[in-house]
């Protein structure tokens, strides 16, 4: 085991410093540094799920009563053996342990350090329905039982940071697609901040209970090619004014 | 000598004050609970099981009743099933038996706890009759718990009654161990189970008032116009989840070591075989769990919005919480090594219970570490997680415990067919219910939703978990059904049928008279309650 997880280790840094230089150039995308993270996780999970699994069915095999009136012999550990058995392991997982928490907060940098340049939109949760404000004052939202409104409409290609409160209980702002969630508090200011690269449309889901509606908390996220997104904010602004 | 060869006087049992009679008490009603709280999560899992509103006409009731469900479930099993079981019926029976004690140290308080939690139980059920039912989830946050015309108070004083009752139970048991051991036997003698349950309610000594303060404020807000989580009159709604989580992590252990307690007994009693490096396990595992339980709330807050510094460093610590888990697990699945293996009931919920142990604990790592937690957080994956370890864990403990008690309760046998089949129905139910809720988690299906509109692409995983909870069901309803025709006409049991060594099997008859003793009992310092191998 020990053996196995120096191994797992050594891989997975060698692993994290060629990602890290390759990503030097630009920000690192969110989404994929989940993605990698959650894989170097799995694995860790799997290794140390398959030891004990597999130990523990050996056993109940291999040690099953002969007859019922035997008894087990496990011997009794001596003092170093004890001492062994108690800090070799808690050394193993002390390692492990301080090993994902190392990649952990690599990938938390990526997701609390907001790019340069990134467009700002005011996320504002009420009972039952989100409002977007963009830079310029224009607004936009979604009416679930009418399945009318635009959402949040991004541009491809800028990262977006989103500055969140609410109005009245507590909301969580939940975007699967980008891999973020925040909560949306009275009387506080929360931000998170995401990538859309490509085009694409997807769902943001209110994730903290907020009553009877909570299920019914959504709206479109879509991120459309900046000249369509210029034309759509454009549009809405007009439509705002009139 | 024996009780139940007397004859039944209800107002004995209302009255009592014997340990035991009151652990059978917290054993009816927490399974109580249990079988309506289950049937709030059948109802759950059939409303999810199809999109748009299964079991009401519009959304708005949907909704309603569904919050309503969700509270109740997550409530009750909790706090009226899950810590009065492991603390109030397994340690009340057989904790002054292991210790060789005639009672706890002050059995008035005991009575007096058992009241407290069947008014508890009662207040909690008062949901179904009032008409503002509670709707605000076990954790009733604010601000909703203060905006919502559900009725806050319920909540509130179910959790002050099942909290004080809690913690009288902690000074009694506490003080029964320091004390009332009987002669000779030191504290490396104890039973696994002695000393989960010493820790557990050492957790429940510090850290319950704290959840009493949290709810107290709630009920100052909502009904006496203070404004402690008003942000608009200087309060802050986080202070809310810092109090209430600052307890209901470390509840979490409060559950988790006399579940892992009770498996430590059955595994050893079955395997026959001495506990593997016990002293890790106690004082590494049990203790070292105790002592990180109250580090590591903030990972319940990780999308809250706390401040980057405490998100990192509680995401160290409960990671660090592997190591002392870590220990407990090799000292309990090392108790196999080289023993005699046999594989009645008890044994079957102990060895799921391995599985689940292991399932459950490691899907917890994810959720500890914040990045990946700002995906998975309130998600179904969250939710198979705790459903895993904490929920279904400590359940199948539960149910490995009353199995491998039963003979001593009532000094009959179960019925191993029955047993067997609704083991069965159990174990495969809970995986078919809850490994579709880790799969569609990670994909994004979020907690707390009836319905699901936006991810219709979830409605075929909802409806084979709702086949699970079925099959959970159905064998929830054979196991109760097993208990009560076996305590009624079950074959009669021998004295000690699983030949265990430690105290409660060998120095009591079945079921114990008043005294619990025949003679005093007095230990060498040889002495184990896991004293198997050859000599």
Redesign the interface.
């Known amino acids: 085991m020990k053996v196995l997880l120096a191994a797992l280790t050594g891989s997975g840094l060698i692993l994290s410093s060629v990602i890290a230089r390759a990503e030097e150039a630009a920000y690192a995308d969110p989404v994929e540094s989940w993605e990698q993270l959650w894989s170097t996780v799995l694995f860790d999970l799997w290794i140390m799920g398959i030891i004990f699994g597999a130990l523990a069915v050996h056993w109940l095999i291999k040690y099953k009563a002969k007859s019922p009136d035997d008894v087990g012999d496990s011997p009794s550990l001596s003092r170093a053996q004890m001492w062994s058995w108690a800090l070799i392991p808690a050394f193993i997982f002390m390692a492990d342990d301080f090993y994902l928490a190392a990649k952990g907060w690599t990938v938390w940098n990526t997701y609390r350090n907001v790019p340069e340049g990134a467009m700002e939109v005011k996320v504002t949760g009420n009972m039952w329905y989100w409002e977007f404000e963009y830079e310029d004052g224009t607004t936009s939202s979604y009416d679930v039982d009418g399945k009318e409104g635009d959402g949040l409409v991004v541009p491809v290609g800028t990262p977006v940071v989103l500055r969140m409160t609410s109005n009245d209980v507590i909301h969580s702002f939940g975007l699967t697609k980008y891999r973020v969630k925040e909560d949306l508090m009275p009387g506080r200011i929360t931000y998170i901040w995401f990538n859309p690269k490509e085009e694409a449309e997807s769902w943001v889901t209110c994730v903290e209970f907020c009553g009877v509606l909570h299920s019914r908390m959504y709206a479109p996220v879509k991120a459309i090619p900046q000249p369509k997104f210029d034309e759509w904010l454009q549009k809405r602004a007009e439509e705002e004014n009139a | 000598m024996s009780a139940q060869s007397e004859k039944f006087k209800l107002s004995e049992w209302i009255f009592t004050t014997d340990h035991k009679r009151i652990g059978v008490l917290y054993l009816i009603g927490s399974i109580a609970a249990f079988g309506i709280a289950g049937i709030m999560a059948l109802l759950i899992r059939i409303e999810q099981s199809s999109l748009g509103p299964t079991l009401a006409d519009s ?2 009731d949907a ?2 009743q569904y ?1 309503v469900w969700l509270y109740f479930h997550g409530a009750a099993m909790i706090l009226g099933f899950l810590i009065p079981g492991l603390t109030g019926f397994a340690a009340n029976y057989f904790l002054p038996l292991m210790i060789g004690a005639k009672d706890v140290a002050f059995p008035r308080i005991n009575a007096f706890s058992v009241w407290l939690f069947y008014t508890g139980i009662i207040v909690a059920l008062l949901t179904f009759i009032v008409p503002d039912a509670p ?1 605000i ?1 076990w954790t009733g ?1 604010p ?2 718990s203060l ?2 015309s559900g009725n806050t108070a319920f909540y509130v004083f179910t959790v002050h009654l099942l909290g004080f009752s809690s913690i009288l139970g902690a000074v009694n048991f506490l003080v029964t161990v320091i004390y009332m051991r009987a002669p000779g036997m030191g504290w490396n003698q104890l039973n696994m189970f002695v000393w989960s349950t010493v820790t557990a309610f050492v957790i429940q000594l510090v850290f319950v008032p704290v959840l009493a303060a949290a709810v107290t404020m709630l009920l100052f807000d909502k009904y006496m116009g203070t404004h402690f989580f008003d ?2 009159a200087g ?4 202070l809310y989840q810092n109090l209430f989580w600052f307890y209901s992590h470390p509840a979490v252990y409060v559950i988790l070591l006399p579940a892992l307690g009770i498996l430590y007994e059955i595994v050893a009693t079955f ?4 506990i ?2 016990y ?2 396990g106690v004082y ?1 595992g049990m203790w070292g769990t105790v002592l990180i339980s109250g580090e590591v709330w903030v990972h319940h807050l990780y ?3 706390m401040p ?1 510094w405490i ?2 460093g509680q ?2 610590s409960t ?2 919480i ?2 002392p888990v ?2 407990m ?2 000292s309990l ?11 009645s009931i008890p044994m079957k919920y102990a ?1 799921a219970c ?2 689940l142990f ?2 459950g604990g ?2 917890g ?2 959720l500890a ?4 937690d ?2 998975l ?3 179904s994956f969250v939710h198979a997680h705790f459903h895993y370890i904490m929920g279904i864990f400590a359940t199948f403990s539960v149910f490995a415990g009353v199995y491998y008690w039963f003979p001593k309760m009532t000094g009959k046998m179960t019925d191993e067919k029955l047993g067997t089949i609704g083991f069965w129905l159990n174990f495969v139910g809970v995986n078919i219910t809850f490994i579709p809720l880790f799969i569609i988690g990670i ?2 299906m ?10 219709p692409q979830f409605e075929n995983w909802h409806f084979v978990a709702m086949l699970g909870a079925i099959m959970i069901g159905t064998g929830m309803a054979l196991t109760i059904f097993n208990w009560i025709k076996s305590a009624i006409n079950g074959e009669a049991s021998s004295a000690n049928p699983w030949r265990s060594a430690s105290l409660e099997w060998t120095h009591t008859v079945n079921p114990p008279g008043p005294g619990n003793f025949l003679e005093d009992v007095k230990v060498s310092e040889e002495w184990t309650p896991y004293d ?3 000599r």
Do not use: Q
């Open positions: 959304a708005m909704g309603n919050n709707d989830m946050y601000p909703y905006v919502t942000p608009s309060g802050d709604v986080l395997s026959k075989n001495r593997f490096n002293k890790a590494g999308v809250s919005g980057n998100r990192i995401m160290v990671l660090l592997s190591i870590g220990l697990a090799i699945f090392g108790t196999l090594y080289r023993g005699s293996i046999t594989f060895v391995l599985f292991l399932v490691l899907t790592i994810p570490i914040t990045a990946l700002l995906h957080s309130e998600t994909d994004g979020p907690r707390r939703y009836w319905d699901y509109e936006m991810y198997y191998a050859k």
